[in-house]
């Protein structure tokens, strides 16, 4: 048996090789469900980091800032993984979490460009895709509300009639040219079940359309969890969710003149 030792002073016995993981499950169901990482003597470490006898262990929840600081390292090694696997023979320096975000220097011999970024983010997302453990965390810290900028569907586009059909096809087609990741529900069901359904598989943005929208070329934005609606023109909603699509840390869209 290896013994560690909690914030109360408390020493909890655990069978050798035993994980951060694992002192959370022993200690209670909802812990290990709330919990994220783990600081083990003073050093951050996700949870399936084993510990050495005698360790000081303080388990930390989703809520906790320490343990953003481990996902926004964890995304900083994704950045790296997807520029190397794009762009081969890219040699990396340091990638650390910032206050704000995380970033990674490189070396290589053309400059990256703004236009690299779409292909950078769509590479580490299919890396977090893969990476079950890894998104695991990430669902964990955010309580099963991802971010727009992690979500597989960012927004769905519905209908509240079938006269606006046309109209949300245009604000589909549109919002997937902009580089967002959409979904159109024009089926003849009530508006209600469908901001239910779509409510369930915790989409971050509905955008409901009927005639009045169709006619004024506007939308209707309803978040998920939130009470409220915002309507606003096509061009402001493209904006607004671009920028909250972006990834932590990364670089501000380039306006064009």
Same mark, same amino acid.
Request: net charge negative.
């Given at each position: ?8 002073? +408390? ?12 002192? +959370? ?17 003073? /050093? ?6 084993? %510990? ?26 994704? %950045? ?9 023979? /890219? ?5 650390? *979490?910032?206050?704000?975000? @995380? ?8 400059? @990256? ?30 309580? =099963? ?5 992690? *979500? ?34 024009? &089926? ?7 901001? &239910?359904?779509?409510?369930? /598989? ?7 359309? =009927? ?17 409220? /609606? ?14 909250? *699509?972006?990834?932590?840390?990364? *670089? ?6």
């Amino acid at each position: 048996m290896i013994h560690v030792h909690l914030p109360d002073g +408390a020493a909890r016995p655990l069978a050798p090789s035993s994980s951060a993981a694992d002192l +959370a499950s022993t200690i209670s169901p909802s812990l290990a469900r709330r919990t994220v990482a783990a600081l083990i003597d003073g /050093t951050l470490c996700d949870l399936s980091a084993p %510990l050495p006898d005698g360790a000081s262990v303080e388990l930390l929840s989703r809520d906790d800032p320490r343990a953003l600081e481990l996902v926004r390292h964890d995304l900083a090694h994704v %950045l790296a993984e997807a520029v190397q696997a794009l762009w081969p023979g /890219t040699k990396t320096a340091i990638g650390p *979490a910032i206050e704000h975000g @995380f970033y990674y220097d490189f070396e290589r011999d053309m400059p @990256f460009t703004p236009e690299d970024l779409p292909a950078i983010e769509k590479k580490m997302r299919e890396i977090i895709a893969a990476k079950a453990p890894f998104t695991g965390i990430l669902i964990e810290h955010h309580a =099963g509300h991802l971010p727009l900028w992690l *979500a597989p569907v960012q927004v769905v586009v519905a209908t509240v009639t079938g006269a606006a059909d046309g109209w949300a096809v245009e604000v589909a087609q549109t919002l997937k040219a902009a580089g967002l990741r959409v979904e159109a529900d024009l &089926r003849n069901e009530k508006i209600g079940y469908k901001v &239910r359904e779509h409510a369930l /598989t915790k989409t971050p943005v509905q955008i409901a359309l =009927g005639g009045h929208e169709a006619e004024e070329r506007t939308v209707t934005i309803r978040r998920h969890g939130a009470p409220d /609606t915002r309507t606003l023109s096509l061009e402001d909603a493209v904006q607004m969710l671009l920028t909250e *699509a972006r990834a932590p840390g990364a *670089a501000e869209p380039v306006q064009s003149e």
